[in-house]
């Protein structure tokens, strides 16, 4: 089992960024796919970005692309979203996910195996 922990949200105004960091306590995270989700109160749990085993090949909601960027760091057991353009409609606790299979880059929260307690990321208007 992954251990995840999220860090970095935080309430920022419109327009403005936050970075999240992911460090998973596992010694083959370098093995793993790394994804990012959101969620609303009421709402479903939402895909926002993932990242495969080595970091090289990545994939984006159409509402994150050209905004947020997901990168991971094996060295440092990290993976990171950079969030730029922020807008109210991006309030949400974030969460990242871990998923064995490293090629995958999915946005099925059900294939992940393993969830961070979530990070709350307040945008005002």
């Known amino acids: 089992q992954v251990q995840l922990v999220e860090s970095g949200g935080g309430l920022v105004q419109a327009g403005g960024s936050l970075r999240l960091s992911c460090v998973a306590s596992v010694r083959t995270f370098s093995l793993y796919a790394m994804g990012w989700f959101r969620q609303v109160p009421g709402k479903d749990r939402e895909f926002v970005a993932a990242?495969?085993?080595?970091?090289?090949?990545?994939n984006y909601s159409s509402s994150a692309k050209g905004r947020f960027t997901i990168t991971k760091d094996n060295r440092k057991n990290t993976v990171y979203l950079q969030m730029n353009s922020l807008g109210p409609e991006d309030t949400a606790v974030y969460y990242c996910?871990?998923?064995?299979?490293?090629?995958?880059?999915?946005?099925?929260?059900?294939?992940?195996?393993?969830w961070g307690q979530g990070t709350q990321v307040t945008v005002s208007s």
């Open positions: 990242v495969n085993w080595n970091g090289y090949h990545t």
């Open positions: 996910a871990a998923d064995h299979i490293g090629d995958h880059m999915s946005s099925n929260p059900n294939l992940y195996g393993d």
